[in-house]
């Protein structure tokens, strides 16, 4: 049964959205106000009430980018949908039927065809807050493997979030806020703190997920002051506590006004055709890879959002009255190195001289030598490189949070089911699918190939759910015997210390 026309009352006005099988969805609805003219390089400021009641029925506009380049573009579906109002967010809520009653506490319908779900006992329903992944110049909340109904279906109240990317949100400038994108990210959760009862959400009981990008973002946030108390529990997919200094990550933003031929500020920027200034950013940026470095954006030490770096704040205890699961896919690299045939390409000689480019000590490259015998130069490299960059500072975390006596639980997993597609394996972002459970979408079986076990992403679904609830996720939190739980390829189980002598190789 289709219901047609949901409306919630909320601080800023009205809005209508759409109703099916009791999931209500609520899209493009603005946080912030446009970042265009006189706020382009400034942080958000808030999104002015309109009169009436809003239509919030289709994905509002993504902030401005390039779709990825080939081969990636047919793997990771990007939605490009134009317009200034980039600051957007997407609610996905369980919904009563119309004629339930209202809960005591609760909203109240506002229209006889339907209305806001009814808050729950408690006073309100989990709320998870999703931040996409795409190296801070890619992707948005309108890719469809990020559809919220599977999430609202099990009791969440679902938001995914618009942030500015690439120079506009990272660029680091003389003359304007650095970390726009992070203020963005705040921008919408504080949105969130301030609303989302209005849609049967719980303000006190928020999780903040993501992946990639969107998971060096979170653990940013869970390093800054200024997001302190949005969230009580955080999901950190396939990232790791990173931020570069002012000065190195200057130089990307210096790279991209060198070939506008313009000064590298904001003020200088602004005057820049937006389609000419996509076209340098992508030009500056499209040689690297996460993993093999190169130009990119990066969240910065700013002094303000991101007073020191990330991983030694998180070290030395902040956020440790938060719950935090995290992880990363067994085969990281793969999405990268396979179809640019990066692993057929490189060999002995070329694999030395990347290892010792990126400071891998040598013993812990023979270890990983000596332990995969039957697996090429490339892949051996993409081992080690998946490991620097994320487990190992993950697995880091974890123990520091345990050292410190963090109050909060601690939960490791690892994503291992190998998809058949292009001979990925469990690559970077496949584990999203799972996650959403939105197997059966065609843009997620881009990845995953036709033939996904539907049990293990309902497992997955339902651990992070299961989080967000209460803030366990169904394992056994970190402890001195190091639990990871590994979803594929074969059932969920439990495994302690993986590869541990891998692991203890880097402790040198």
């Not at 190998?418 to 959403?436: I, K, N, T």
């Amino acid at each position: 049964m289709v219901e047609h026309g949901p409306e919630v009352l909320t601080p800023y006005g009205a809005l209508r959205g759409s109703a099916k099988d009791g999931v209500a969805a609520f899209l493009g609805v603005p946080y912030a106000q446009a970042p265009v003219g006189a706020l382009r390089f400034r942080a958000p400021e808030p999104v002015e009430p309109w009169e009436g009641v809003r239509e919030a029925t289709a994905f509002g506009p993504t902030a401005p980018k390039r779709p990825y380049a080939p081969p990636l573009d047919a793997l990771l579906p990007d939605p490009d949908i134009a317009g200034d109002d980039c600051l957007n967010l997407n609610v996905w809520a369980p919904w009563d039927r119309p004629d339930s009653a209202t809960k005591e506490g609760g909203p109240e319908s506002t229209t006889p065809d339907g209305g806001p779900r009814s808050a729950t006992p408690d006073g309100g329903r989990p709320v998870m807050v999703w931040i996409h992944g795409g190296s801070l110049i890619h992707g948005s909340a309108a890719v469809p493997v990020y559809d919220g109904t599977a999430f609202a279906r099990d009791g969440i109240v679902l938001v995914s979030v618009n942030y500015r990317l690439g120079v506009e949100g990272f660029g680091v400038f003389p003359d304007a806020p650095g970390n726009l994108g992070l203020r963005d990210q705040i921008a919408a959760l504080t949105w969130v703190r301030d609303t989302i009862a209005a849609f049967g959400g719980d303000p006190e009981r928020v999780t903040v997920f993501g992946e990639s990008a969107g998971a060096i973002s979170i653990a940013a946030l869970l390093a800054s002051p200024l997001a302190k108390g949005l969230f009580r529990r955080a999901v950190v997919q396939s990232g790791a506590p990173i931020a570069q200094p002012l000065d190195t990550a200057r130089r990307t933003t210096e790279a991209v006004a060198a070939r506008l031929k313009v000064p590298a500020t904001a003020e200088a920027f602004a005057r820049v055709d937006r389609d000419l200034l996509l076209e340098a950013q992508t030009e500056v940026t499209g040689k690297g890879s996460p993993l093999t470095g190169g130009h990119s954006f990066q969240v910065v030490v700013d002094g303000e959002v991101v007073p020191r770096d990330p991983a030694e704040a998180l070290a030395d205890g902040a956020s440790a009255e938060v719950d935090l699961l995290m992880g990363t896919t067994a085969e990281e690299y793969r999405l990268w190195f396979v179809p640019s045939g990066v692993t057929d390409r490189v060999g002995p000689v070329a694999q030395r001289l990347l290892l010792w480019k990126t400071k891998v000590p040598s013993r812990t490259a023979r270890l990983y030598r000596a332990g995969r015998p039957q697996e090429k130069p490339g892949e051996i490299l993409g081992a080690l490189a998946t490991d620097k960059l994320l487990r190992i500072p993950l697995n880091r975390l974890a123990d520091a949070r345990l050292l410190s006596g963090a109050r909060a639980g601690t939960y490791l997993y690892e994503f291992g089911w190998r998809s058949p597609v292009l001979d990925l394996g469990a690559c970077h972002a496949l584990e999203l699918g799972f996650v959403f459970d939105t197997l059966d979408l065609p843009e997620t079986r881009a990845l995953t190939g036709p033939d996904a076990p539907h049990g293990l992403a309902a497992a997955m679904h339902a651990a992070w759910v299961s989080f967000a609830a209460t803030g366990d996720p169904g394992w056994r939190p970190w402890d001195p015997a190091r639990p990871v739980m590994t979803f594929g390829p074969g059932l969920p189980s439990l495994v302690e210390a993986p590869r541990e002598a891998e692991r203890r190789a880097w402790d040198v």
